[in-house]
Nanobody
Framework: QVQLVESGGGSVQAGGSLRLSCTAP?????MGWFRQAPGKEREGVAT????????YYADSVKGRFTISQNNAKNTVYLQMNSLKPEDTAMYYC??????????????????????WGQGTQVTVSS
């Protein structure tokens, strides 16, 4: 069992910034973030191939969010800038052994990711 530990999140006004972090106990091929707002389906946000450092983003966050990694710590970060009220959701860290899962962030809902964090709330007020 791979237990992902998340931190960060909180409440901010529109235009503000927040940073999320997620640490895995072991090396995995792909890590990233998904989110789910009340009454909506879970959607991908951003992923990163932990070996190569390649990043993938949902169109809705491209240019505003940045995913990065610290390989030595098996940790990924999600820097969220220019936040909008529609970014309000529970954010979940996800991990997969195979790096190919990273490419599903734009259209998938996370079925390719077997490991998940407990979730952290992000609330953006207008």
């Amino acid at each position: 069992q791979v237990q992902l530990v998340e931190s960060g999140g909180g409440s901010v006004q529109a235009g503000g910034s927040l940073r999320l972090s997620c640490t895995a106990p072991i090396y995995v091929g792909c890590m990233g973030w998904f989110r789910q707002a009340p009454g909506k389906e879970r959607e991908g946000v951003a992923t990163i191939r932990t070996g190569a450092g390649s990043t993938y983003y949902a169109d809705s966050v491209k240019g505003r969010f940045t995913i990065s990694q610290n390989n030595a710590k098996n940790t990924v970060y999600l820097q969220m800038n220019s936040l909008k009220p529609e970014d309000t959701a529970m954010y979940y860290c996800a991990a997969a052994n195979i790096w190919g899962a990273c490419g599903t962030v734009r259209t998938g809902t996370g079925e390719e990711f077997p490991y998940w964090g407990q979730g952290t709330q992000v609330t953006v007020s207008s």
